[in-house]
């Protein structure tokens, strides 16, 4: 393959070689090929047929969806243009245009961080794409194709192919410029470290940034960074240098916190404020997971917590979540997401937890008074890591949709792995019973959130609860992982 440079940095222009005779010729682009210049991983061929005249674009992805794309046309021709929309780039706000026509056989790489858009030269432009990130409607972005500070001459092109007004769709009349636009692309990679890497939040968030194609992740465990060791923190995060911190290393352990208040704090206060004063000197966004036991659950079981309400724990462990999340708000780039009920594939949670006692147990007591919403760590971390991207900072609520008792929940686990085990459905005082309550936390009886806010500030709700237990099931077949819960 020819790889030709452009003006525009990381853009290039490729010429597959053909070899043929008179039967006709045979071309390929290697895998191998494509992440030499940056492609990260095949995700989508798309197609797209237009009548002369007709201009898309310029559009783009934003992150962190955003979209490499190699670019080309099998029938007709058309005038391929691309804009450097990457803020720290040589070559930002400059454009390059090729011709790919299907005796050319020419391809364009679009790096990510690029709008593109292109004008059909003929009646009969059959365009094709190959793009290495899925593709998101939601996210979807442009600047305006005649864009007076971007200065694309499409006159000239128009003139020489007698095309007297382009054909747009009604969204690329009205695109912004790229100065008025939201476009935030950068050549530099965003680095990201996460706290509590082998958790289950952290080890999804770590396999969500892989697979978004973000390489510079710095994921540590309790082990590698001590949150409560302020000069160890400092030292970590001041040498390495983030732009994003997802801090997800707490004492979870609900019940374990009461008979360790000191710990508790220690770890869930202290270290969170060694991980903000850190994040404060270097200028990076933290994003930071609290809980639904912030709150005490004494709310009408007809209405759902609000990122407004007041919080009034129950427990040490809410409690300490709650001074960790004030000092959070002390960095004005931050995001606090409050989740309930967590399960993910590494480490121990309620949905294995289940699935081992069913293995020696005809019938459970599990409690029915208290209603919340379980949340996949799977769907959390993608939302957590789409607000990385953005600023739109505050506190917000994120669980998988609807609600349900532990015992509901309980229920469906069950049913859903055809366990031949039956919940008995018991109130909290039923359930804890002859027990000795010494080192058990209250719990709330209500811990429904209200995820209206996340949808109104662009963010994608999460799916229904009972859909992410069905596709945790079928992870946890692949790993048989609740099989070696000690």
């Known amino acids: 393959m020819n790889k030709?440079?452009?003006?525009?940095?990381?853009?290039?222009?490729?010429?597959?070689?053909?070899?043929?005779?008179?039967?006709?010729?045979?071309?390929?682009?290697?895998?191998?090929?494509?992440?030499?210049?940056?492609?990260?991983e095949f995700c989508q061929k798309s197609e797209s047929k237009s009548v002369k005249g007709t201009l898309r674009g310029l559009h783009f992805q934003k992150d962190p969806y955003c979209q490499a794309k190699v670019v080309y046309c099998t029938n007709g021709a058309v005038l391929d243009v691309v804009v450097d929309i990457r803020k720290d780039s040589p070559t930002y706000g400059q454009y390059t245009s090729v011709k790919l026509t299907k005796e050319n056989g020419r391809m364009l790489y679009?790096?990510?961080?690029?709008?593109?858009?292109?004008?059909?030269?003929?009646?009969?432009?059959?365009?094709?794409?190959?793009?290495?990130?899925?593709?998101?409607p939601r996210m979807e972005g442009g600047i305006a194709w005649d864009d007076k500070e971007v200065n694309i001459p499409w006159q000239e092109t128009f003139n020489e192919y007698n095309i007297k007004s382009p054909l747009l769709s009604e969204k690329d009349s009205k695109r912004l410029s790229l100065n008025e636009s939201d476009a935030s692309f950068y050549r530099r990679p965003r680095r990201f470290l996460v706290t509590g890497a082998t958790g289950q939040l952290g080890y999804d968030l770590v396999r969500e940034l892989k697979e978004r194609g973000e390489e510079e992740v710095l994921a540590l465990s309790s082990k590698e960074m001590d949150i409560t060791n302020r000069k160890q923190v400092m030292d970590i995060i001041k040498s390495y240098k983030p732009d994003v911190i997802f801090h997800c290393a707490a004492l979870t352990a609900v019940d374990k916190a009461e008979t360790e208040e000191k710990n508790c704090e220690n770890i869930n206060v202290n270290g969170t404020k060694n991980i903000v004063d850190a994040s404060l000197e270097i200028g990076a966004k933290v994003i930071y997971t609290s809980t639904d036991y912030i709150f005490d659950g004494q709310k009408d079981l007809t209405e759902a917590y609000t990122e407004?309400?007041?919080?009034?724990?129950?427990?040490?462990?809410?409690?300490?979540k709650y001074l960790g999340e004030e000092e959070v708000k002390r960095n004005p780039n931050h995001f606090i997401a409050r989740i309930s009920w967590v399960f993910g594939i590494n480490g121990k949670n309620f949905v294995k937890t289940m699935l081992k006692l069913a293995e020696n147990h005809s019938e459970i007591n599990v409690v029915a008074d208290q209603i919340g919403s379980p949340t996949y760590t799977v769907d959390l971390a993608k939302v957590l890591v789409e607000m990385a991207f953005s600023e739109k900072y505050g506190t917000y609520n994120i669980t998988n949709e609807e609600y349900c008792s532990w015992a509901e929940f309980a229920k469906y686990i069950m049913e859903s792995n055809n366990k031949n085990c039956h919940i008995n459905s018991v109130s909290t005082e039923e359930y804890y019973a002859g027990k000795d309550m010494d080192g058990i936390a209250n719990r709330p009886k209500n811990s429904k959130l209200s995820k209206t806010k996340l949808e109104q500030c662009g963010f994608a709700k999460l799916p229904s609860w009972q859909d992410a237990v069905n596709r945790f099931n079928k992870e946890l077949e692949q790993n048989k992982v609740y099989k070696y819960i000690k």
Request: aromatic fraction near 16%.
């Open 4 to 40: 030709i440079e452009t003006n525009l940095k990381d853009c290039y222009i490729l010429e597959p070689k053909r070899f043929g005779d008179d039967r006709g010729y045979f071309s390929s682009i290697t895998k191998e090929e494509l992440e030499e210049l940056g492609f990260k």
């Open 110 to 136: 679009v790096p990510r961080g690029f709008a593109h858009g292109f004008v059909a030269l003929t009646d009969d432009a059959i365009f094709n794409y190959f793009v290495d990130n899925k593709y998101m």
């Open 308 to 320: 407004e309400d007041i919080p009034n724990a129950l427990n040490i462990y809410g409690k300490t």
